[in-house]
């Protein structure tokens, strides 16, 4: 149900903070929260609710897809009909250009006037607000028809859906299932939140993430002592905003043994304390069981800081920051793919470990690689563990001086290789891997004259900058100093929770919270380790491209080569 709103005002909220601040204090609460993910069928498949499912993916419970019609004669169909396009999947709305389409949550629809209130019973002041009074029959209505309470047409991109009687009130039972209660981790007084924390990771990273979410949450609380007084004494336009207010709570969900037991961890803590949402993790390798663990229960889970991320299949509810190390080698298969036929025919030689960092890497530049045109690749695979073999310059040779050497290694690794080389030359050029070694990655082989590039999805090195404010931040809560990027990429992931928490005032609906999470990647001033952070509807991979660095050796560091590289999808 759409309506239509100054372009002057819709455009800039999708931009701005500050004005997106303003709507949520003066429109979203004429929104309901969204209650799919607590009533019961959160993480269920669509099926298991026929409404669900035809709110989300325009199937009806037949199996036949929903069909509508614009006013303009415009047909749409199954997906392309789904109510959630335009509501979104919380149901909350959203705004685009000029249009703006309202929410259709079932407190949104049968009560718009109870929402504005400061209290139970309270309702809005006579004319703040004007939005009618649905009943089943006049929804029905609405949605066949595409006519208000009042008698007044939708805008003409509402469709009108043809839909059997019984068809239609699944739908509706659905919509009012949409405002019932706040999510599980969410009191009267509290919200929790979780972390997960790979017990493999060293424990100096494990504190560094730590320390962080800690401490900022305890900012957090700190910051805001007196909201449920302000609840009670504010004007009606502020009590909400201070209603909404919350004590953090903040636990640790540790993972130990073998991965495939890590559902079953996960599952177990929360039984015990169910929370709102994850912030930020941690791990050695990939993020699959936890990944797996959200989409079942249906728990956002923000940033992690993971080099393997989940890239193929069902994600909906983890928001990564890219798509780590198949990111970087999607974008060095492209740039070999623009370098001179000498170098992109070969032979190109990747080496890495056999653990399941190494193999993601080599499995995606393995196939970026073909889709860019870059031939004669050799893999070289190194055990999971120990040093690297005594033969291993023959075997990158492989009876053919190679054109181009990748080496998927951690920084370690590299230190290792150059002792073992005993500061011979490597043939070609090299590339490095930024996720796994480090700026310091070219000096850790310990060639003076090497041709070494590194492959860099993060922001620009540079001195000063926006992350010095992380580093002042850090410095003046004496929170010991450790790995740069994990600290300011958990910074960012707690920030940008507490933010968009801020907008949403008391609507506790997890689909809401990513909804508000996409809006606000691009436009919070909250630095993190990445560059050009953005995140469309349903995506979750906010940086999306790499640069590529040359080694300057004699204290000249690492200088781009060309510009932002955004890989192909495959």
Not at 28 to 45: K, T, V, W
Not at 84 to 110: D, F, I, K
Not at 521 to 544: C, D, M, N, W
Request: proline share 7%.
């Amino acid at each position: 149900m759409t309506g239509r709103v100054r372009t002057s005002f819709a455009a800039p909220w999708m931009r701005r903070s500050s004005v997106a601040l303003l709507l949520s204090l003066f429109l979203l609460p004429a929104m309901a929260l969204s209650s799919s993910d607590r009533d019961g069928m959160a993480g269920a498949p669509n099926g298991a609710n026929p409404g669900m499912r035809m709110y989300r993916e325009g199937i009806l419970p037949s199996g036949e897809k929903m069909r509508g019609e614009t006013s303009g004669g415009v047909l749409f169909s199954g997906a392309m009909a789904a109510c959630a396009n335009c509501h979104r999947r919380s149901g909350m709305g959203s705004a685009e250009g000029g249009t703006g389409v309202r929410p259709v949550t079932g407190a949104a629809l049968y009560r718009p006037e109870e929402v504005w209130g400061v209290g139970p019973g309270r309702k809005a002041p006579r004319g703040s607000q004007n939005w009618p009074v649905y009943t089943d029959k006049t929804l029905a209505r609405a949605i066949r028809d595409g006519v208000n309470p009042a008698g007044r047409r939708f805008d003409p991109a509402m469709p009108r859906y043809t839909m059997k009687d019984a068809d239609l009130a699944l739908l509706i039972a659905y919509l009012k299932s949409m405002s019932a209660t706040s999510a599980p981790g969410v009191t009267e007084n509290v919200i929790r939140f979780a972390t997960v924390v790979d017990t493999r990771v060293s424990p100096d990273r494990r504190n560094a993430m730590l320390d962080v979410l800690r401490i900022y949450t305890r900012d957090k609380n700190a910051g805001a002592r007196n909201e449920a007084l302000r609840a009670r004494v504010a004007p009606w336009t502020d009590a909400r905003r201070f209603r909404a207010y919350r004590t953090w709570e903040l636990d640790a969900w540790e993972l130990s043994g073998p991965e495939e037991t890590w559902e079953a961890q996960l599952a177990a803590y929360y039984r015990r304390r169910p929370v709102f949402a994850l912030i930020g993790g941690i791990s050695a390798g990939g993020w699959g069981p936890v990944h797996r663990f959200c989409e079942r229960h249906g728990v956002p889970c923000l940033f992690p800081n993971v080099d393997v991320p989940v890239v193929s299949g069902p994600g909906y509810y983890t928001v990564y920051f890219s798509r780590g190390v198949v990111l970087e080698a999607g974008a060095l298969a492209r740039h070999l793919g623009g370098e001179p036929e000498s170098i992109r025919r070969g032979p190109v030689v990747q080496v890495y470990r056999d653990d399941e960092t190494g193999r993601a890497a080599a499995d995606a530049f393995r196939e970026s690689a073909t889709r860019s045109g870059v031939s004669g690749l050799r893999d070289v695979r190194l055990p999971v563990a120990g040093d690297p073999p005594g033969r291993i310059l023959e075997e990158m040779q492989g009876g053919t001086r190679p054109a181009t050497v990748v080496l998927w290694l951690s920084g370690s690794d590299l230190r290792r290789l150059g002792i073992r080389r005993g500061g011979m030359a490597f043939p070609g050029r090299v590339y490095l891997s930024s996720t796994l070694a480090g700026t310091e990655a070219a000096a850790a082989l310990g060639v003076p004259k090497l041709d070494a590039y590194l492959v860099h999805p993060f922001a620009l090195p540079r001195k000063g900058g926006e992350r010095s404010r992380i580093r002042i931040w850090l410095k003046a809560r004496k929170v010991p100093p450790g790995e740069e990027r994990l600290q300011a990429n958990t910074f960012f992931a707690e920030a940008i929770a507490v933010g968009a928490l801020d907008l949403m005032l008391d609507f506790f609906s997890r689909d809401y919270l990513l909804e508000t999470v996409e809006h606000m990647a691009e436009i919070t001033v909250t630095p993190s380790a990445y560059a050009r952070l953005s995140l469309g509807p349903g995506q979750r991979f906010a940086s999306k491209g790499s640069y590529v660095l040359r080694y300057a050796p004699n204290g000249g560091g690492f200088l781009p080569v060309g510009g932002w590289i955004v890989p192909e999808s495959p």
